[in-house]
């Protein structure tokens, strides 16, 4: 009887939990990342129905068939119920999966828009540098032997290439509401990861590789980027900012910076 009612305490303790709103997402600032809260929610829900179905039966169970001085019985068991419920299983886990898979594919497979922001992101121990290309729309070449942090170069901009004289390299990436944006991640050293919880991504930097990531923030306002990937001592200082900004406030920045850039 204690037993029973012990489980129904539980799993009653556990519900309530979930409903809390404070253990709940921050908002959701894109489409991407709503739709994942619709998964997330309707998994959440089915495995909820499943717990309470479960821990009912047990409760049920241990009350059921409780000491009650009675003479022992052994059970071998039911193959058939075994069998549908383990076919069960496997279908909702199977449906959940394949209704989860647009919404990954919707980000990591989705072809490039011809509107989109390009921007370039620079990982390394311990901090985050974003690249816009300059007036002419095009970004400049890059040389390793010129990275230079201190004198504001992280990325290595080749001096003697003109494209790259007006590009524009920033610590905090800003980008226009309802724009879609790409964003070519790299590192200079070791695996990084750039995460923005309001977008509802994360996407691993390996140094060696060009990653592109895709988003269309719609809700303006100033979000964390830390990096998620342990990579050193240093790794809790690497954060940075994202500042989703109305579009014309965004123009506004983006001829502020160029006019701050130093020209050969």
């Given at each position: ?11 009653g ?8 709103p ?35 039966g ?15 019985s052994?059970?071998s ?10 076919v ?19 980000v990591?497979?989705?072809v ?37 942090d201190?004198?504001g ?9 003109p ?7 920033a ?17 200079r050293?070791?695996?990084?990861n ?7 991504l994360?996407q ?15 809700k ?7 990096c ?10 690497m954060r ?15 001829q ?9």
């Amino acid at each position: 009887m204690a037993i029973a009612i012990l489980i129904a305490a539980l799993a009653g303790a556990t519900l309530a939990l979930f409903f809390q709103p404070r253990w709940w997402f921050p908002d959701a600032i894109s489409a991407h990342a709503r739709a994942y809260d619709s998964q997330f929610a309707l998994t959440l829900w089915v495995i909820g129905c499943i717990f309470v179905l479960a821990q009912g039966g047990l409760a049920w169970i241990a009350f059921r068939y409780r000491d009650q001085g009675q003479t022992p019985s052994a059970n071998s068991g039911n193959n058939r119920l075994e069998i549908v419920w383990t076919v069960a299983t496997a279908a909702v886990f199977l449906a959940l999966a394949f209704a989860g898979q647009g919404i990954w594919a919707g980000v990591h497979l989705a072809v490039d828009d011809p509107r989109a922001l390009h921007v370039e992101v620079m990982a390394k121990q311990f901090a985050w540098s974003y690249r816009y290309a300059g007036a002419d729309g095009v970004f400049g070449r890059v040389d390793i032997r010129q990275i230079d942090d201190a004198g504001g170069n992280p990325f290595g901009i080749d001096s003697t290439d003109p494209k790259g004289a007006d590009d524009i390299t920033a610590a905090i990436l800003r980008v226009p509401a309802g724009r879609p944006v790409e964003l070519r991640l790299k590192s200079r050293d070791v695996i990084h990861n750039f995460f923005v919880r309001e977008l509802r991504l994360k996407q691993d930097v390996v140094p060696g590789m060009t990653i592109p990531l895709r988003f269309t923030a719609d809700k303006p306002g100033t979000y964390e980027v830390p990096c998620s990937e342990l990579c050193g001592l240093g790794h809790h200082q690497m954060r940075s900012a994202l500042v989703v900004m109305p579009p014309d406030a965004y123009e506004e920045w983006l001829q502020e910076a160029r006019q701050k850039v130093v020209l050969p």
